[in-house]
């Protein structure tokens, strides 16, 4: 089993978690979804919860500033997830390794 470095994990991990909020926001503007956003919202955007702040304050400077603090702590939940992956992937790997050729992890 071959893994991408683990850098690649890190780059992958902050480009979605750049594009899915965008991706969200434009498609909430755009009115592609016919229910509002419930709990479907919270896996792929988890930190869209501090939206929540934004509701009355219209299209002012600190919503902007919400909204980027939103998709930055996005962004460091994918990476934290990936990385997560990435390192239990890697154990598997070596434990399967491992036991092929009869030594011990």
């Known amino acids: 089993m071959s893994l991408p ?5 890190i780059s992958a991990g902050v480009v979605l ?3 899915v909020p965008l991706v969200v926001i434009a498609c909430f503007w755009l009115r592609v979804f016919s229910t509002p956003a ?3 919202l919270l896996f792929i955007w988890p930190s869209s919860i501090m939206l929540m702040a934004t509701e009355n304050l ?4 600190q919503t902007f500033a919400i ?3 939103s998709i930055g ?3 460091a939940l994918y990476i ?4 997560l992956v990435w390192c239990i992937a890697w ?3 070596a434990w399967r390794g491992s036991m092929r050729d009869g030594t011990t992890i």
Do not use: C, T
Request: hydrophobic content about 55%; proline content about 4%.
């Open 5 to 9: 470095k683990f850098r690649y994990a």
């Open 17 to 19: 978690g750049i594009v």
């Open 38 to 40: 419930g709990d479907w």
């Open 58 to 61: 219209g299209h002012s400077p």
């Open 67 to 69: 909204l980027a603090l």
């Open 73 to 75: 702590w996005n962004v």
């Open 80 to 83: 934290l997830a990936f990385v």
């Open 91 to 93: 154990v598997v790997r």
